[in-house]
C-alpha cells in the first residue's frame, strides 16, 4: 500500500516540479550566501586594512556594520526562503498528497 503510494508520489508531475523549484531555490540562495560569507572572509584575509578603517572618532571599525550586514543578510534569506516553502512549496506538496491518495 505504502509502496504504491510512493510510486504514485514520485511520477506525478507536480512532484518533479516541486523537487526541481525547491533544489534551483535553495541552491541559488546556498550560491548567494556563499559569495557574501566567503567574500567577507576574503576581504578579512587580504586586505585587512579596509575594515580596520574607523567610522568617526570612536572605537568602531568599518568591519563591525558589515559583519553585522553578513548576519542580517543570513536572516533576510532565510526568510524569503521559508516563505516560499511555506507559501508555495507547502501548496505544492498538498496538491500531490491530494492526488496521490485518490
Not at 585587512?48 to 568599518?62: E, N, S, Y
Not at 543570513?74 to 498528497?97: C, K, M, P
Amino acid at each position: 500500500m505504502q509502496n504504491d503510494m510512493v510510486t504514485r508520489i514520485v511520477a506525478n508531475p507536480k512532484y518533479q516540479q516541486l523537487v526541481s523549484a525547491r533544489s534551483s531555490f535553495g541552491w541559488i540562495l546556498t550560491a548567494i550566501m556563499m559569495v557574501v560569507y566567503y567574500g567577507y572572509i576574503a576581504v578579512i584575509a587580504f586586505n585587512k586594512g579596509l575594515f580596520a578603517q574607523r567610522l568617526g572618532d570612536g572605537v568602531m571599525t568599518v568591519g563591525i556594520p558589515v559583519g553585522l550586514g553578513v548576519i542580517v543578510f543570513t536572516i533576510i534569506i532565510t526568510g524569503l526562503y521559508v516563505r516560499r516553502a511555506n507559501s508555495e512549496f507547502d501548496a505544492l506538496t498538498q496538491d500531490i498528497v491530494k492526488e496521490s491518495s485518490k
